[in-house]
């Protein structure tokens, strides 16, 4: 099973994939997804969300360094 590591700077960035809920950074353990595509959203507070699709393989492991309130390059 897929295993998706969501990391942020600084706390209370809340994490969700597919519209569920993974909890909120930092996180202690990786959240499992099942294989396929995915649509991550990360988003802290009065922040511009970051968002990011994955494709994942069973057995992957995906680490996310999201920047939240990055503004995107044109």
Not at 19 to 36: E, Q, V, W
Not at 45 to 52: E, G, N, V
């Amino acid at each position: 099973m897929p295993r998706l590591v969501g990391q942020c700077e600084g706390e209370g960035a809340e994490l969700s994939v597919a519209g569920r809920a993974y909890g909120t950074t930092p996180r202690k353990n990786p959240s499992r997804l099942d294989p396929g595509p995915h649509s991550l959203i990360v988003e802290k507070a009065q922040l511009p969300a970051f968002t990011q699709k994955l494709d994942v393989r069973a057995g992957q492991r995906i680490v996310v360094d999201a920047k939240v309130g990055a503004v995107a390059a044109p």
